[in-house]
């Protein structure tokens, strides 16, 4: 079948919904596995989340609003410690991160993993313990590297030569010794999105296991005097269901593992394995929970260890996704409805809001699929299949693709999409000059503001031309 020519997104006419998703009994219920753990609705068909009603929440910090569930976010970070006990289990802050998000990670005995200066920044203003923080980053400043050695980080992830070389300058510069892993690409193909697919050997991360590059970085790392060889890292991509990726990445990894134990007599204390894990943004989607993940990935690696004949080393994890995912949603207001005609009869329905893809750009950058909720109030009328769009001057600024949200939905209404705590508010722009939604945590019927909205003056201040 040819492909539409506007795009994958026009192709499917009107109110034929995807093969997943099917009319609700209810269109006022939600679906549970999709919302985080106090989300729920009162008689009135309001959305409650962390004893607050968004409609007082938007009335309070207007719309659109990232509301996190404190109670939720720290839920599922503590089964991820419990779950993998015998793990160090680090944060990827590049999911979502701000201090007082930091404070909670650290509070809840996990690790924080960060990828950029800026990261590294919000960390430390937090007063993370710096030997818990973990520094990724495919192209690490030399800026960056000297303030991470400065501030005494646990671990450096290097990924090029050229880093190597930047880290055996600066820590000799500094009379101090790196510690060091090393970014593996084990050559694994992750049933994900290409783009967020990051163990297949044509990509930027990582030295190649298969070519040999990898066994080079660590025999580089493991010469130096100045850098100290942790161990090695792989990660296979992210939205992840089915942990045969992780068995083939582990049993590549620890064989160079096992390699570098035998021929340069180095046993390595660390292994990472990396995150990735998926959640529920829709139906369709059936994610492993944290006890499951642990128990499999524990054989793997145990069986993997005993098969090469080496010490199981203390392996690491990286959740970001399902921590953080799960425990926001974005509240919208709704200000436009229209019915357009398609072709042969058929018709869909737009329902705007104010946002879109300045505050979730990974429907129009992966094609994402989103759920959503009337918000603000019980309906009668019959389901009818929408399509939620966002306010920018794009064709492709979509928030929701397809769902079902009740037939007289219109201006005024409020309308809440789970799932939106991870790559939403640390990918949001400024696209249209439109400033970003707050993010407000909500517990035991309290707000707190951790990010608060932006404004025309936050813009403007950047703009050197103002006067005045």
């Known amino acids: 079948m040819r492909a539409h020519e506007a795009g994958a997104l026009h192709a499917q006419a009107g109110h034929r919904a995807p093969p997943w998703l099917s009319a609700p009994r209810d269109v006022n219920d939600l679906v549970p596995q999709l919302w985080s753990g106090t989300a729920k609705k009162t008689a009135e068909g309001s959305l409650v989340v962390g004893g607050v009603d968004v409609r007082d929440l938007v009335a309070e910090h207007g719309s659109p609003a990232y509301v996190l569930d404190e109670d939720d976010f720290r839920s599922r970070a503590r089964a991820f410690k419990n779950a993998f006990k015998d793990f160090d289990v680090y944060y990827a802050g590049k999911a979502f991160l701000s201090t007082t998000v930091v404070r909670w990670v650290m509070e809840e005995g996990l690790n924080l993993d960060v990828c950029s200066g800026g990261e590294l920044a919000v960390a430390l203003r937090a007063g993370a313990d710096p030997k818990r923080l973990g520094f990724h980053g495919n192209n690490k400043s030399e800026a960056e590297l000297a303030r991470a050695l400065d501030a005494g980080v646990g671990r450096i992830i290097a990924d090029s030569l050229y880093e190597i070389d930047r880290l055996i300058e600066l820590s000799r510069e500094r009379g101090i010794t790196a510690p060091v892993m090393v970014r593996v690409t084990a050559g694994v193909e992750a049933h994900t999105h290409e783009y967020i697919a990051t163990a297949h050997e044509d990509q930027k991360f990582g030295f190649s296991i298969t070519s040999g590059a990898a066994f080079e970085a660590v025999a580089r790392v493991n010469e130096a005097p100045e850098l100290e060889l942790l161990g090695l890292h792989s990660h296979i991509g992210s939205q992840i269901f089915d942990s045969s990726g992780f068995e083939v990445a582990a049993k590549r990894v620890i064989a160079l593992h096992a390699r570098v134990s035998e021929?340069?007599?180095?046993?390595?204390?660390?292994?990472?394995?990396?995150?990735?894990?998926?959640?529920?943004?829709?139906?369709?989607?059936?994610?492993?929970?944290?006890?499951?993940?642990?128990?499999?990935?524990?054989?793997?690696?145990?069986?993997?260890?005993?098969?090469?004949?080496?010490?199981?080393?203390?392996?690491?994890?990286?959740?970001?996704?399902?921590?953080?995912?799960?425990?926001?949603?974005?509240?919208?207001?709704?200000?436009?409805?229209?019915?357009?005609?398609?072709?042969?009869?058929?018709?869909?329905?737009?329902?705007?809001?104010?946002?879109?893809?300045?505050?979730?750009?990974?429907?129009?950058?992966?094609?994402?699929?989103?759920?959503?909720?009337?918000?603000?109030?019980?309906?009668?009328?019959?389901?009818?299949?929408?399509?939620?769009?966002?306010?920018?001057?794009?064709?492709?600024?979509?928030?929701?693709?397809?769902?079902?949200?009740?037939?007289?939905?219109?201006?005024?209404?409020?309308?809440?999409?789970?799932?939106?705590?991870?790559?939403?508010?640390?990918?949001?722009?400024?696209?249209?000059?439109?400033?970003?939604?707050?993010?407000?945590?909500?517990?035991?019927?309290?707000?707190?503001?951790?990010?608060?909205?932006?404004?025309?003056?936050?813009?403007?201040?950047l703009d050197m031309g103002v006067e005045g």
């Not at 054989?299 to 010490?311: G, L």
């Not at 966002?390 to 939905?409: Q, Y």
């Open 263 to 461: 021929e340069l007599g180095v046993d390595m204390p660390d292994l990472d394995l990396g995150g990735g894990f998926g959640i529920a943004y829709t139906t369709q989607d059936d994610p492993s929970d944290p006890a499951q993940l642990a128990t499999e990935m524990g054989k793997i690696v145990e069986h993997e260890c005993r098969a090469f004949e080496v010490d199981v080393p203390k392996v690491s994890i990286e959740p970001g996704r399902a921590i953080v995912g799960p425990a926001m949603c974005t509240v919208y207001s709704v200000g436009t409805v229209k019915e357009v005609a398609l072709d042969n009869g058929a018709a869909r329905t737009y329902v705007s809001v104010d946002g879109g893809m300045s505050d979730n750009i990974r429907a129009a950058l992966y094609d994402a699929d989103y759920s959503c909720t009337l918000a603000n109030r019980y309906s009668d009328a019959p389901p009818t299949l929408a399509r939620v769009v966002g306010k920018h001057c794009e064709s492709g600024d979509i928030v929701v693709k397809d769902e079902f949200l009740p037939g007289d939905v219109g201006p005024g209404d409020l309308v809440a999409v789970p799932g939106t705590g991870a790559y939403c508010r640390s990918m949001a722009s400024n696209y249209n000059h439109v400033p970003r939604p707050p993010v407000i945590a909500v517990k035991d019927g309290q707000t707190r503001v951790v990010v608060r909205r932006e404004t025309e003056d936050d813009l403007l201040l």
